[in-house]
């Protein structure tokens, strides 16, 4: 009889596990679609039948991906209570919790998910945009990004990242590590726009115009670097290309 009973359960069990593994296909299938609703409708009861970390942080991230901030708070803090060793799971509700505007509790959430996997490149990437919305903490995620440029000397986000964290402090090392990002990977706009942001304000206005020059050609849209470089240009004679600037930064602006 004994027996019997621990077949069934084991019956039952695999029954509800291969119910939750055809959901999960069918939300990915929905997913590719482009159909939200119904894709984290299948995620969800995948979830349900099954609440393993992988079902868990599909719902979640399908959540977090159609803003449905939320309700992606509350899976991925009942999925971090239950695996708490789980980085993946810590970025997931790092970013959900940012999205809703807890700035402090996001960067608290994806220290511990860098601590816990230093080499997760997305809870680095993650950390670095959100540098600035905790002053508080700005040591501890300074302390990170240092480990990962230094885990990862090449990668140009990393050095990025850390270079950021480093201005106002260290305007110095803050440059040469944005020029090894740009030096990696020539196309990084942003890297450029910031290397011109350090030159202007050494009153170093036309290596100043080139990186910014360098930043709107690879990213027309980028409006800051546009509205600098017509600064710049009017600033140095140049009354045109100045008008053609700022016609450019008042379009990007209108358009957001």
């Known amino acids: 009889m004994v027996i019997l009973l621990i077949a069934w359960v084991a019956l039952f069990l695999l029954q509800e596990q291969e119910g939750a593994e055809a959901h999960h296909s069918r939300g990915d299938l929905e997913e590719r679609a482009g159909n939200f609703r119904e894709a984290a409708k299948e995620y969800e009861i995948a979830a349900r039948l099954d609440p393993s970390e992988k079902n868990l942080f599909d719902l ?20 971090v209570d239950k695996w708490p060793e789980s980085a993946k799971l810590r970025v997931g509700l790092g970013v959900a919790q940012y999205s809703l505007g807890k700035y402090r509790e996001a ?9 816990l996997d230093p080499k997760d490149t997305r809870a680095l990437g993650f950390l670095g945009k959100m540098y600035n919305v905790a002053p508080e903490l700005s040591q501890e995620v300074t302390k990170r990004l240092e480990r990962f440029a230094r885990l990862y000397p090449n990668n140009p ?23 090894k990002s740009v030096t990696e990977d020539p196309a990084f706009a942003e890297a450029h726009y910031q290397l011109g942001l350090l030159d202007e304000s050494d009153g170093l206005s036309a290596t100043a115009i080139h990186e910014y020059e360098a930043a709107v050609r690879i990213r027309p ?36």
């Open 60 to 79: 979640g991230s399908e959540l977090l991906k159609y803003h449905g901030y939320r309700q992606a708070l509350q899976i991925f803090s009942y999925a």
């Open 107 to 115: 960067v608290e959430t994806l220290c511990r998910a860098v601590d």
């Open 157 to 179: 986000a990393a050095n990025y990242y850390y270079a950021l964290s480093l201005r106002g402090h260290s305007d110095k090392q803050a440059k040469a590590l944005l020029l």
């Open 221 to 256: 849209d980028l409006a800051q670097a546009r509205y600098h470089l017509a600064r710049l240009y009017e600033k140095n004679g140049q009354p045109e290309l100045a008008r053609k600037e700022f016609r450019a930064f008042e379009a990007l602006k209108a358009a957001h």
